[in-house]
């Protein structure tokens, strides 16, 4: 099935040459049981398609909200515009999002996951209720660009021991200098403890089981090294509560870089 799906997208139509977790096109989900599409690039319009749950899914809420505190972290979302339905070939409701990585030449990329279990309630007066269990923090996945190409590095699914992640951030950095990877560290961390300032004050929303792509530009052609910190993943957004598991596993991540990365020697 999967391979009959790839055969039958249009030409424009592409799935993303960057994804590094999530499924992927063409794979097939128990939960829901249907086949899905992972990430996928309109070559035409330049957008990357997401494959949503339909129109009054979570994640079309938040992007399609005007609450106030969205306007103070815009700059840590990717760019929305709009949805569109496809059927290419099996029907589906699409975000239409930015490309993150379209002006980097070589783009290395980590996909961090705050909160690692979730369970969606239905409250006596209608609301969604997100409970997170045993939720720090893991890396989803990774992905170096190197002279061979783009690489994807395994990672473990089950696994949120700070140990795990020190090594794979290990990886995520080794193609790095000495001082270009202090440089790219403390972007991410000016970044992050931006972004936890942000959502430090807020109380109309809380993400629950979001993740942080970092990204940085590993050319060796490029002095100066562009970094993105992007929220990705909104499935799980609650309108209420204080979402105090993410903003620990935040603090958490955010802390752990900042203390074992941004020296020259680090192991």
């Known amino acids: ?35 899905q599409y992972g990430m996928i690039k309109d070559c035409n319009s330049g957008y990357l ?18 609450m106030p505190e969205l306007y ?28 993150l990585v379209e002006s980097f030449r070589k783009p290395c990329i980590a996909d961090i996951k705050l909160g690692r279990y979730s369970s969606c309630l239905q409250c006596n007066d209608g609301k969604r209720e997100i409970r997170t269990y045993n939720g720090l923090v893991r890396i989803a996945g ?14 473990c699914k089950r696994e949120d021991d700070l140990t795990i992640v020190h090594q794979l951030l290990l990886k995520f950095l080794s193609i790095l200098d000495d001082d270009n990877r202090i440089a790219v560290i403390n972007a991410f961390v000016a970044k ?7 959502l430090s004050k807020h109380t109309t929303f809380s993400l629950f089981s979001t993740s942080i792509l970092l990204i940085y530009e590993s050319s060796s052609i490029v002095p100066v090294k ?42």
């Open 226 to 267: 562009p970094v993105t910190v992007k929220l990705i993943d909104f499935q799980n957004i609650c309108s209420h509560g204080s979402g105090n598991v993410e903003k620990k596993s935040l603090f958490i991540f955010s802390q752990e870089i900042d203390d074992d990365f941004s020296s020259p020697r680090f192991s």
């Open 1 to 35: 099935m999967m391979k009959d799906i790839l055969a039958a997208l249009p030409m424009h139509v592409s799935p993303y040459e960057f994804q590094i977790s999530g499924h992927k096109t063409g794979s097939f989900c128990k939960k829901t049981q249907t086949y």
């Open 49 to 66: 398609l997401k494959q949503t749950s339909g129109v009054a899914s979570p994640e079309v809420e938040f992007y399609q909200n005007n």
């Open 142 to 155: 990774l992905g170096l660009s190197t002279d061979s190409g783009f690489n994807r590095i395994k990672t």
């Open 72 to 99: 103070e972290i815009s700059e840590f979302v990717p760019k929305y515009y709009g949805l569109i339905e496809h059927n290419i070939p099996l029907p589906g409701v699409f975000l239409k999002l930015e490309d």
């Open 192 to 198: 992050l403890n931006e972004l936890e300032d942000i």
